[in-house]
């Protein structure tokens, strides 16, 4: 704890002799961690890193190639250390990495086993994307995925915001993450904990919409979710201490957690009653049910019917009185088992020569079961008037003077339902890691590092009773069924074009043959595979030996030469129900050649302590390009006297892309909202949704004959949304996009405040061509309501019918993305004196780390609007973006070496996107809605505590205990119904606690 209250401050170093000037100070907070391991035991082991002294100690710096003992960073670096990641939990990584305001808080383990986001905890620094994000392992390439990181062997995680391809390559536009993790340790360490969430359900609001559903009420005070984790390390020297051989494995088990156990999540809310029209006013809250019903929906020849209640073979008018509702269930948790394991090698082989290798392996399974009622819905097919199914009745509504007449058919739409389907989803991954180092000393000064590392991820997403749009044609040809000698019969088996066809009957109200479900729907199974090798050898280290150093400095120029290969394969394939799922498969590979310098030009000189220039460049050889891809970098930092320092930095880089380029392109049906079309009449008597005029839709590329022709109901539902196949994917065209990263700040280490660290840095962002996928929600606005061209293109129609035939919703380089802000952080320990009966009182560690952000601007494609969504939430802003974040927190060491902490963290509030006076934002004018949202205008501000005790029983065995949302609060409430895929769980969980109280305890201990 001693070295975790800077988190994002450290202890600041620019010389080994003075204070640093860095928000993150690696010098001294290797000296920090020293003193820590000596005061109490160690999270993971009290190690023996030890170095023989012919090798000069040199220090992994994040940001750059260049190690030296006394190493200068210009650009800030928030550090989580080793004791905030054992107090809040060993077992929960992400959570710990999610609290930082630079990173976009993660799901993790938490959500729907069914959301496709659940398995990987990637990180997403300033809410860029986490393929923007470059993650290291000891300063190697490593997954984007915090589930794969050995949490008991951190040392510490550096967190620098800011492009950093002019020292690392692509992919660290905006930032880079680097786990710091033991590489050498002996004795033998074991660390458990257990975890559960405990909550009160009193929230009386919740309690009564449950009533008024016919919800259970979860019981008043709950317990459950319970987690546990368990670690083991060891590691032995050898060889007079030359060598040395760690292993180590830990093992995670999460029991889920359903929706029902918390009286805020056990209502699924929608801002209107079930069932609604697409005509809301959004001021009503209820509870979100499955909705099923028995009877079916049939449209034909202009009317909506369903099956009798009796279960003849009679149609009557549809009648939505005859919907049945039952709870939704889903899991808040789900259910986890992890297990990480691997080892360390290391050996002196000549005094300056040292050889390291690694190894690392992950096997990562989550998933959970899900229960909905499944419909399978057709428009537009024939149904064969003869099918002996139907009766008399049905055949004379539905054919007329054709009814009963083999080879005669009839235009339909359908729904039929099947209640209480239960789906299994399950999340796999699989992750091997192989990496080797051969270092030491050239000559002088001067170091050498011949690094290669291989690394493989096997990616695994199953579900079961799937039905889905790409099953359509299978329910046409099950409801297209004729008699062949009295039996029931697939056309598609009479034809012979699908013999395995089952038949479905769904014209009574009994129910159609359970076996046609196992036609219907069927298991899915996505497989990603990702390989990687990286082989690299640079040089770095001072020239002041030489006597290549500024005549006013001290220190010589420290410089990096480094080359690089990396060959990159990538792989998906659907299978089953989600063989429709992104298809692709290919290969790059770059070459690097890249070189850094830093240049001491005036040290311990009036006014001027140290003014140091630096700069990196880096040339980038891609097959997959014809040009070559440059990068770059210049830093200044600025100390006029001890205890001030001011630094800047400028970074250009650029991000190639592989998912975003190799990704599938296979289309799928699914609903589109054509405001071009004439929708059907709804069934509850609400007016049909206006139709926007023959002018307007020619602004957006169609004719005449088009508009006449979608005059005529049946093309659209009654809210306008038409079936129509989305072709999402990758682009093999896209060009790299690019990223200029701007940083400036003030350090101030003052010598009247002894201990004292505080930072105020600016940043600002703007990746230009940035790869966007573009949403049918945005599409539909921007070419029907603001009729920009770009966007109307994605759109395809029929020459003739002007239907809607296909949207491309494919990767395209977007005009920019761009995200502004202000870090700050400090830190100050206040040793208090005897003041009782002569007691040493121990030390107050108080931090901050914090940041206000100024701008979150996105343009989708280049010359169109500009989406600013900087304080809020929901629709095209999706996600929210609240101005200010921190986390705060003070600790005591108590003089008995026990500590005790209390951590605060807070988000600002954040308004609806509807209320923004941007236009492409705000509501959007339509005679049949009011297009706004009264129930929630506005996110509060959220607080939420946490409290941390740790205490040493021997000098080999600590025990803490941790509760995190101490005070059980509630989160801020959305709902399901403010069409913005990113909420669930009412709420943005990954922001807002929404699993009640946390309760923690764990014991460490070193056997020997």
């Known amino acids: 704890m001693r070295s975790m209250w800077g988190i994002g401050v450290s202890v600041l170093a620019i010389m080994t002799s003075t204070p640093a000037w860095s928000q993150s100070s690696v010098s001294d907070a290797s000296d920090a961690q020293k003193t820590t391991s000596k005061e109490r035991p160690d999270i993971v082991t009290v190690a023996d890193d030890r170095v023989p002294p012919q090798l000069p100690e040199v220090i992994l710096v994040t940001g750059s190639r260049i190690r030296r003992t006394n ?10 250390d080793k004791d905030m990641i054992g107090e809040r939990g060993l077992g929960r990584l992400s959570d710990t990495l999610s609290a930082m305001p630079q990173i976009t808080p993660m799901i993790g383990d938490r959500g729907s086993s069914s959301d496709p986001r659940a398995g990987p905890a990637r990180i997403s620094l300033r809410g860029l994307g986490s393929g923007r994000t470059l993650v290291l392992l000891n300063g190697d390439r490593m997954d984007n995925d915090a589930n794969v990181i050995p949490a008991p062997l951190i040392e510490r995680v550096d967190v620098l915001t800011g492009g950093a391809s002019a020292v690392y390559g692509s992919d660290a536009v905006a930032g880079v993450v680097n786990y710091i993790v033991k590489r050498r340790f002996t004795g033998i360490q074991l660390n458990f904990e257990a975890s559960a969430q405990q909550s009160t359900n009193d929230n009386t609001f919740m309690l009564n919409l449950l009533d008024e559903a016919g919800y259970a009420r979860p019981p008043r005070h709950v317990f459950g979710g319970e987690a546990y984790f368990g670690s083991l390390a060891a590691g032995q020297n050898f060889a007079a201490g030359r060598g040395n051989i760690s292993v180590f494995a830990t093992y995670n088990r999460l029991q889920p957690i359903e929706i029902g156990m918390f009286d805020h999540t056990a209502c699924p809310m929608f801002q209107n009653p079930q069932p609604a029209s697409g ?13 099923a019903n028995p009877y079916n929906w049939f449209f034909v020849n202009g009317g909506e019917y369903t099956n009798a209640k009796d279960g003849s073979r009679n149609w009557r008018p549809y009648d939505t009185a005859d919907i049945k509702r039952t709870p939704q269930k889903d899991w808040l948790q789900r259910d986890v088992r992890r297990v990480n394991t691997g080892g360390f090698f290391s050996f002196d082989i000549a005094p300056t020569v040292k050889f390291d290798s690694s190894f690392l392996y992950s096997y990562d399974q989550s998933g959970g079961e899900v229960q909905f009622n499944d419909w399978f819905y057709s428009p537009d097919f024939q149904m064969p008037c003869d099918n002996p199914f139907m009766s008399a009745q049905q055949q004379q509504l539905a054919c007329g003077a054709d009814a009963g007449v083999a080879g005669k058919s009839a235009q339909m739409w359908m729904n039929v339902y099947r209640p209480d389907n239960t789906g299994e989803y399950r999340y796999q991954t699989n992750t091997w890691r192989a990496a080797g180092h051969l270092s030491g000393t050239l000559v002088d000064d001067l170091h050498f590092d011949i690094g290669l590392q291989r690394s493989k991820r096997v990616e695994k997403y199953t579900g079961t009773n799937i ?8 329910f046409k040809r099950a409801m297209q069924v004729v008699s062949v000698n009295g039996v029931p019969t697939c056309q598609s088996v009479v034809d012979g074009t699908d013999p395995s066809c089952v038949p479905l009957d769904g014209f009574s109200s009994k129910g159609p043959n359970p076996a046609v479900w196992s036609y219907l729907t069927s298991t899915g199974e996505s497989r990603v595979l990702q390989e990687q090798i990286v082989a690299n050898a640079s040089v770095s280290g001072s020239l002041a030996r030489y006597g290549i150093k500024s005549p006013w400095a001290e220190e010589g120029i420290g410089v990096a030469l480094v080359v690089e290969h990396r060959w990159n394969r990538i792989t998906e394939q659907g299978s089953g129900a989600f063989a429709w799922w992104s298809k692709y498969a290919g290969t790059d590979v770059v070459d690097e050649l890249g070189g850094e310098l830093s240049v001491p030009i005036v040290q311990k000189k009036p006014l001027l302590e140290d003014l140091t220039i630096s700069g990196a460049y880096r040339l980038s050889r891609y097959r997959s390009l014809d040009d070559l891809v440059k990068t770059w970098k210049a830093d200044i930092v600025y100390r006029p006297y001890a205890g001030l320092g001011f630094r800047a930095s400028v970074n250009r880089a650029v991000r190639r892309g592989y998912l975003e380029r190799l990704q599938g392109s296979v289309p799928y049906q699914m609903g589109f909202e054509d405001r071009c079309a004439t929708a059907a009449t709804p069934s509850n008597g609400d007016p049909r949704r206006e139709r926007l005029s023959f002018e307007q839709c020619a602004g957006t590329g169609m004719t005449r004959t088009q508009y006449d022709n979608l005059a005529v109901p049946g093309n659209c539902d009654a809210a306008g949304y038409c079936q129509t196949q989305f072709r999402p994917g990758g682009n093999p065209d896209l060009k790299p996009e690019t990223s200029t990263s701007i940083t400036a700040g003030v350090v101030m280490q003052p010598k009247f405040l002894p201990g004292f660290n505080a930072s105020v840095d600016y940043f600002s962002i703007k990746i230009d061509g940035a790869f966007e996928w573009v949403r049918t929600d945005l599409i539909a606005d921007q070419c029907f309501n603001q009729q920009t061209a770009f966007f109307c293109g994605l759109i395809t129609r029929d020459p003739t019918s002007g239907r809607v035939t296909e949207i491309n919703a494919r990767y395209n380089n977007s005009g920019f993305l761009k995200t502004q802000g202000i870090d700050f952080s400090l830190y100050y320990p206040i040793h208090l004196s005897k003041r009782i009966f002569g007691m040493e009182l121990g030390r107050l560690n108080l931090g901050l780390n914090g940041t206000f952000n100024l701008a979150n601007d996105r343009q989708f494609a280049p010359g169109t609007q500009v989406y600013s969504c900087l304080g809020y939430f929901g629709f095209f802003c999706r996600d929210l973006t609240p101005r200010y974040r921190h986390f705060a927190n003070i600790g005591w060491d108590m003089p008995w070496k026990g500590t005790i902490s209390l951590a605060w963290r807070y988000a600002a509030p954040t308004k609806n996107a509807k209320l923004s006076s941007n236009p492409v934002l705000g509501p959007k004018p339509d005679s049949g809605t009011t297009d706004t949202y009264p129930l ?34 509630d989160p801020p409430i959305i709902g399901q119904g403010a069409r913005d895929t990113t909420a669930f769980q009412n709420t943005y969980p990954w922001y807002y606690n929404s699993w009640g109280r946390t309760l923690r305890a764990g014991i460490s201990a070193k056997l020997w």
Not at 936 to 952: E, G, M, T, V
């Open 936 to 969: 929630i205008p506005r996110l509060a501000a959220q607080s939420l505590f946490d409290l941390s005790i740790s205490y040493p029983v021997t000098d080999r065995v600590r025990v803490w205990f941790n509760t995190q949302n101490l005070f059980d609060k």
């Open 467 to 474: 039905f889905d749009g790409g099953k359509t044609e299978l």
């Open 71 to 80: 190493m200068t960073t210009a650009a800030p670096i928030a550090v989580i």
């Open 279 to 291: 005509f809301q006013t959004n001021d009503q809250w209820s509870c979100g049910f499955n909705e």
